[in-house]
């Protein structure tokens, strides 16, 4: 049974603000960075700087990306995507704007999306900022144990922002204007615990625009006052048979 508030705020919304975090990806097999087990807990991640200055750095962050490669190349869009997909054909999104590296909004059809932490579908050089399909490059890491480099000479690196490494600008400004642009905010699968990225929700919500929760476990904003409905639970149970429900009034 589709919660009926939630229901309630998707039909009656015409630009909705999606902000994703990592439940989202959950029900795809991609790992949780930051929950109970998570990637973070078991591995120290390598920071922007380091990757930079140090090769040593830079094996050992190829090598944990080369470790995760599989699971992202194998992993699909779930039913949370196909939703999101659904909303936005319907006419209902300003933007999604994620957390997410994976790669799978995009491939799930989604098109005004905003991947502020990057993603792990390309590689970018850190010198002329060309991009290109990891998947060669990996191969020459694993065969070759080097880092790979760019045709310029500069250092690859997997299209995802870094500890330490400074978010897209314009990545910023679009998400911003999205927060400043929509009548609804609906945050999915995020402990809404990072900055800058968190802030957007916020920011929305502090126009006076309904602002949704919808996690498994507590977040930072769960007791912030401009937050209007608060649900706790399984995405996959909760987001698309409202959706559904929906776009079937």
Known sequence: MPDPALTDYLKKSRRIMLFTGAGVSTASGI???????????????????????????RIEHWDYKLEAWPAFKAAKPN???????????????????????????????????????????????????????PEPHY???????????????????????SFGQNLNPGDLEQATEVARGCDLVVALGSTLSVYPAASFPLLA???????????????????????????????????PPAVEAALAL
């Open 31 to 57: 790992p949780d960075f930051r929950g109970p087990g998570g990637v973070w807990t078991k591995r120290a991640p390598v920071y922007y700087d380091d990757f930079m200055s140090s090769e040593s750095a």
């Open 79 to 133: 039913e949370v995507h196909h939703a999101i997909v659904a909303l936005e054909q319907a006419g209902k999104v300003l933007a999604v704007v994620t957390q997410n590296i994976d790669g799978l909004h995009s491939l799930s059809g989604t098109r005004s999306l905003i991947e502020v932490h990057g993603t792990n579908a390309m590689v970018e050089c850190q010198t002329c900022l060309w991009r290109g399909d």
């Open 139 to 161: 191969e020459f890491f694993r065969v070759h144990r080097k880092p790979p480099l760019c045709h310029c000479g500069g250092f690859l690196k997997p299209a995802t922002i």
């Open 205 to 239: 919500a502090q126009r006076g625009v309904p602002y949704i929760i919808i996690n498994r476990g507590p977040t930072d904003h769960d007791h912030d006052p401009s937050v209007t409905l608060r649900l706790d639970g399984s995405l996959v149970e909760i987001f």
